[in-house]
């Protein structure tokens, strides 16, 4: 598995808690009308903002250990802009 792969998977994993989290924010605001069920939907909003966190700041390089996802959200980089590592690599 190379670096990208495992990077990409963790991307994918955030993603799908936040999709999740966000049609349980969907279903909780269309059936819970009662003020003490609606406290049930603060759990889906913390696991949505959760993911985003997640996958904004804490997946990382391998190697050096800096945030990498913003960069490789554009395609563009081939390799980590701060240590050269190439993300085709073996992780």
Do not use: H
Not at 11 to 38: N, P, T, Y
Not at 66 to 85: F, K, S, T
């Amino acid at each position: 598995m190379t670096i990208r792969e495992v990077i990409e998977a963790k991307i994918a994993k955030a993603r799908a808690w936040g999709i999740g989290a966000w049609v349980l924010m969907a279903l909780s605001a269309l059936f819970l009308r009662d003020s003490q069920a609606a406290s049930l939907a603060l759990l889906p909003t913390a696991v949505f903002f959760g993911s985003g966190i997640y996958a904004l700041f804490l997946i990382r390089c391998p190697r050096c250990y800096e945030r990498i996802n913003q960069a490789l959200r554009w395609r563009m980089l081939e390799a980590c802009p701060n240590c050269g590592v190439q993300f085709n690599e073996k992780a």
